[in-house]
């Protein structure tokens, strides 16, 4: 995944040790990871990645037990 160009998500500025990333690869499958486990990706279709994204937004994550 070297060749992917990674963005972190604005909410983890100032936390340079866990920082979602985000990429795309060439025909614009997106691409997920947690930057302390950075060979650890998630590949999604792009409607994956909206429904997950709006359930992050709506809090549906907030209290995952594990």
Do not use: Y
């Not at 990333?21 to 650890?40: I, M, N, Q």
């Not at 809090?59 to 995952?64: A, M, Q, Y």
């Amino acid at each position: 995944m070297s060749h992917l160009r990674w963005r972190k998500s604005s909410f983890s500025e100032g936390h340079s040790d866990t920082c979602v990333e985000l990429a795309a690869d060439s025909v614009g499958t997106p691409h997920l990871r947690e930057s302390d486990d950075p060979e650890a990706v998630i590949a999604m279709t792009p409607a994956a990645l909206r429904a997950f994204l709006r359930a992050a937004k709506a809090g549906r994550f907030d209290r995952l037990e594990g």
